[in-house]
């Protein structure tokens, strides 16, 4: 599967846990963004990376979240200390190289807290 | 003022009719723009990208944008039950998307 992939599918944590959300990028493409969705409401920008950099983090909250592309292996969004009002799903979207690219998204992770 | 705004709809059409989505967006400077699918409990598809005014099309759809009124809209033609879904329009600024709250589209058999 050449498309964008995103592990877990679905996450259940208690309040206070940590997440931690994985995408792997569409093969060939080297940019990824996370998008948040919140129950009837539109995606939201979180943040743009590139590999081993932030690009653009203007959409994350200032607390508790953190996202980073490492040289090897899956991007990663990072939610410590989660709260209720974390539940959402998390999209990741890849591009290729150039501006103004069309993104393509992965099928998402629910995050579910109790 | 929203980046995006789009009618959150219902919108019902028909079967075999044209459905028009519609949205607006704020910032002049915006030079790329994107049309998505939203099935329930899914993740975004992409369906169309238009960059230069006026329309493109791509089998029974068209995009269509007007950039000096700063709109853009896509129209389905020969809609189909199947075409049911929630339609995101998305604006490209700096490389981050931001996104409309979505159109619901039902397509009645």
């Known amino acids: 599967n050449a498309g964008v992939m995103q592990n877990p599918r679905h996450l259940v944590r208690r309040r206070g846990q940590e997440a931690r959300l994985r995408c792997s990028p569409m093969?060939?493409?080297?940019?990824v963004y996370w998008y948040r969705q919140l129950p009837e409401e539109g995606l939201k920008f979180m943040v743009y990376?590139?590999?081993?950099?932030?690009?653009?983090e203007s959409g994350m909250p200032k607390e508790r979240f953190s996202a980073e592309f490492p040289k090897e292996g899956p991007s990663i969004l990072r939610i410590q200390q989660v709260v209720r009002g974390d539940s959402a799903a998390y999209f990741c979207?890849?591009?290729?190289?150039?501006?103004?690219?069309?993104?393509?998204f992965g099928d998402g992770t629910r995050l579910s807290i109790l | 003022q929203k980046e995006v705004e789009q009618n959150s709809g219902p919108l019902s059409v028909p079967e075999g009719a044209i459905a028009s989505l519609n949205c607006t967006y704020s910032?002049?400077?915006?030079?790329?723009f994107f049309w998505y699918r939203q099935y329930s409990g899914k993740s975004p598809e992409l369906i169309m990208f238009?960059?230069?005014?006026g329309d493109k099309e791509d089998g029974r759809f068209t995009a269509q944008l007007n950039k000096a009124s700063q709109y853009v809209s896509l129209l389905i033609r020969d809609s189909q039950p199947s075409d049911s879904a929630t339609y995101l329009c998305?604006?490209?600024?700096?490389?981050?998307?931001?996104f409309g709250t979505g159109t619901r589209l039902t397509v009645i058999p």
């Open positions: 979207a890849s591009s290729g190289q150039g501006t103004n690219q069309p993104q393509h």
């Open positions: 093969k060939g493409h080297s940019h």
């Open positions: 990376l590139q590999k081993e950099n932030i690009i653009d």
């Open positions: 910032d002049r400077g915006s030079q790329s």
């Open positions: 238009i960059y230069s005014n």
């Open positions: 998305a604006v490209n600024r700096a490389n981050n998307l931001f």
